[in-house]
């Protein structure tokens, strides 16, 4: 790697690649994990915990925080490396995923700092966002609220009760982002539930909606940092992203969703992430 391509990386990328390192070593674990779904969402983690999120580590009980709910629970590992890289708890902790005794589980409870709900059902994530958006509205907060949906779990029909409800409730502090990687558990969304067009569905509901490409941490803020995007409305940005996104063997793929990386794989992810860092 030479030193001038290193400086082309901007802050938020050189954070994403960080998380990105953090999810392959646990993957590498004796427990695996869902690799596919948290390096897809790697950016948008970067985006949200580096620049959007108005959030102290040191304060996690402070009214005045935005919230998070990674309502696709299973990227637990994505957010346990963003959460450790901002401060939340160790580094060194991370080592611990997935092993006896460990708070980092499989999916995310509230004992891991900065967690602000436990997740892993899928479909519940946005009606819990709705309660915090509200909520900060009684008491009177500017607090936003952000909730990160896969999109396998829209085919939850909760989802969309929760969307009208936000509609209607006018919650212009609430923002979703969809991790659009096309995938889910066995197979491609459109393959078993079409879901385009994905924006005018949103549209539809209520919500002001942006569809953008989801791997440019730097635009990703930009985005989410604008919010509310129309008065009244609560915003839904739809990141298009590669689920295995930094690992060519594994890109695109479902076999990517939940990994246990052996030695070998573990060395092979290790050296396609430095790559694809290099080549930044
Ligand atoms: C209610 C519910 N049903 C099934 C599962 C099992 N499950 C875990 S991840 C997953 C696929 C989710 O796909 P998607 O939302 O697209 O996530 P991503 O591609 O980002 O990993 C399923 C079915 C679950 N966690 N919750
Ligand atoms: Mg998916």
Not at 37 to 55: E, H, K, P, T
Not at 251 to 258: D, P
Not at 267 to 276: Q, Y
Request: proline share 6%; charged share 25%; aromatic share 6%.
């Amino acid at each position: 790697m030479t030193s001038t391509r290193a400086r082309r990386q901007s802050t938020l990328e050189l954070v994403a690649a960080r998380i990105r390192a953090h999810v392959v070593d646990m993957c590498a674990g004796p427990e695996g994990g869902h690799l596919g779904g948290a390096l897809s969402s790697a950016d948008i983690l970067a985006a949200l915990y580096f620049s959007v999120l108005n959030v102290d580590p040191q304060r996690t009980d402070d009214p005045d925080r935005d919230r998070f709910v990674l309502s696709k629970g299973h990227a637990a590992v994505g957010l346990y490396a963003a959460l450790a890289e901002r401060g939340y708890f160790p580094v060194e902790e991370l080592t611990t995923y997935g092993r006896p005794g460990s708070r980092l589980m499989g999916h995310p409870v509230r004992a891991v700092p900065g967690v602000e709900l436990p997740t892993g059902s899928l479909g519940h994530g946005l009606a819990l966002g709705c309660g915090f958006a509200l909520a900060h509205r009684y008491a009177g907060r500017d607090a936003r609220t952000f909730v990160l949906l896969g999109d396998g779990e829209l085919q939850e029909g909760s989802v969309w009760e929760a969307a009208i409800a936000a509609a209607s409730l006018r919650l212009e502090r609430l923002t979703v982002i969809v991790d659009r990687n096309g995938l889910q558990l066995t197979g491609a969304t459109d393959g078993i539930a079409p879901l385009e067009p994905l924006a005018d569905r949103w549209r539809s509901f209520g919500w002001a909606v942006r569809d953008v490409a989801g791997h440019d941490p730097d635009e990703l803020a930009r985005h989410l940092d604008a919010g509310p995007w129309e008065p009244g409305r609560p915003s839904v940005l739809i990141a298009r992203t590669v689920k295995g996104r930094g690992l060519p063997f594994l890109e695109g793929r479902s076999s990517s969703h939940y990994v246990t990386l052996s030695p070998r794989n573990h060395a092979r992810a290790v050296r396609a992430l430095r790559t694809t860092e290099d080549a930044g």
